[in-house]
């Protein structure tokens, strides 16, 4: 067996697509736009690059955005002031502020400054607890593309065993219950696994779908998937490559090739669930607009 490889390039595409019709509806019978702030604070290469392609994505949707670059050394004081400008200011129904921050900061007293109704990251803990009760406003950008991956390649986890590795709360956590919901594209029996876990193969090898966010390289092997389970890789890992100009290459937490060959449907890294992070923030961002201007979502 070989794995239909799932392309979460094409995908976000085609949610960037359907984003940018709506958008241009929303606009048309509301005269609102939807707009995004991004706030990346320092010079982080790859936080860097992902609210670039934040920016251009906002383009493609004809969706208005800005990015506020602070320097390394913005205080905490001095961030939580613009989120809270941020906040008030008509122009931005999201607000992203790029994570990681710098270690002076305290994460989630930033978090805590955004205003729930803008926080498309759904990170904020009033969004977390909508999520909990089954009534999300914003499910997390991660979790909501591994959602649609699934649903939209006819791999719907309803009545399905889905094991997750990893307790994040940026992935692991929000995920396992946007799946139980007992709501469309949900309503399957979620395992999640951590470092805690004894024996992880023998829960692994019970999955229908496995969803492997566990940050270590080619973690999940090939003995830890059942013959024809679907695979889904939200890591993403820099791992030594001579060959390369730039002396790296992106790997998953899945050891692909040897996984691939046993898993009937799985995703690839880079080109899987990254650029649908991407896509499913513009669909929070649209749906914060359309709250907005008054409409039920």
Same mark, same amino acid.
């Given at each position: 067996?070989?794995?239909?490889?799932?392309?979460?390039?094409?995908?976000?595409?085609?949610?960037?697509?359907?984003?940018?019709?709506?958008?241009?509806?929303?606009?048309?019978?509301?005269?609102?736009?939807?707009?995004?702030?991004?706030?990346?604070?320092?010079?982080?290469?790859?936080?860097?690059?992902?609210?670039?392609?934040?920016?251009?994505?906002?383009?493609?949707?004809?969706?208005?955005?800005?990015?506020?670059?602070?320097?390394?050394?913005?205080?905490?004081?001095?961030?939580?002031?613009?989120?809270?400008?941020?906040?008030?200011?008509?122009?931005?129904?999201?607000?992203?502020?790029?994570?990681?921050?710098?270690?002076?900061?305290?994460?989630?007293?930033?978090?805590?400054?955004?205003?729930?109704?803008?926080?498309?990251?759904?990170?904020?803990?009033?969004?977390?607890?909508?999520?909990?009760?089954?009534?999300?406003?914003?499910?997390?950008?991660?979790?909501?593309?591994?959602?649609?991956?699934?649903?939209? &390649?006819?791999?719907?986890? @309803?009545?399905?065993? #889905? /094991? $997750?590795?990893?307790?994040? !709360?940026? %992935?692991?956590?929000?995920?396992?219950?946007?799946?139980?919901?007992?709501?469309?594209?949900?309503?399957?029996?979620?395992?999640?696994?951590?470092?805690?876990?004894?024996?992880?193969?023998?829960?692994?090898?019970?999955?229908?779908?496995?969803?492997?966010?566990?940050?270590?390289?080619?973690?999940? &092997?090939?003995?830890?998937? @059942?013959?024809?389970? #679907? /695979? $889904?890789?939200?890591?993403? !890992?820099? %791992?030594?490559?001579?060959?390369?100009?730039?002396?790296?290459?992106?790997?998953?937490?899945?050891?692909?090739?040897?996984?691939?060959?046993?898993?009937?449907?799985?995703?690839?890294?880079?080109?899987?669930?990254?650029?649908?992070?991407?896509?499913?923030?513009?669909?929070?961002?649209?749906?914060?607009?359309?709250?907005?201007?008054?409409?039920?979502?």
């Amino acid at each position: 067996m070989t794995a239909t490889v799932i392309d979460g390039k094409l995908m976000a595409e085609e949610i960037r697509g359907e984003v940018a019709e709506e958008t241009r509806a929303l606009t048309e019978r509301s005269g609102i736009t939807p707009g995004l702030a991004a706030v990346l604070v320092g010079s982080d290469p790859a936080s860097a690059v992902y609210v670039r392609n934040k920016r251009r994505a906002c383009d493609e949707a004809e969706m208005f955005s800005k990015t506020f670059e602070l320097p390394e050394e913005t205080t905490q004081e001095e961030l939580i002031a613009l989120v809270q400008e941020l906040n008030t200011d008509s122009r931005f129904h999201g607000i992203l502020v790029q994570l990681p921050l710098p270690p002076h900061i305290e994460e989630r007293e930033v978090i805590l400054a955004i205003d729930p109704d803008k926080d498309v990251d759904g990170m904020h803990p009033i969004n977390g607890g909508r999520l909990l009760e089954g009534n999300p406003r914003f499910p997390p950008a991660t979790p909501a593309g591994v959602q649609q991956m699934l649903v939209r &390649t006819g791999n719907d986890p @309803a009545g399905k065993h #889905v /094991v $997750i590795v990893g307790r994040s !709360n940026i %992935v692991g956590k929000p995920l396992s219950v946007l799946l139980m919901q007992k709501a469309p594209g949900a309503n399957a029996t979620v395992t999640v696994c951590h470092t805690g876990t004894r024996d992880l193969a023998a829960l692994t090898l019970q999955a229908d779908i496995v969803v492997a966010a566990i940050g270590r390289p080619h973690a999940l &092997t090939a003995d830890m998937v @059942a013959d024809g389970a #679907v /695979v $889904i890789d939200v890591g993403i !890992n820099r %791992v030594d490559d001579a060959t390369r100009k730039s002396g790296y290459r992106l790997v998953g937490d899945v050891d692909y090739d040897a996984v691939a060959e046993k898993a009937s449907a799985i995703t690839p890294v880079p080109g899987g669930v990254g650029p649908m992070t991407i896509a499913m923030l513009l669909t929070n961002t649209l749906r914060a607009a359309r709250f907005a201007a008054g409409e039920s979502v």
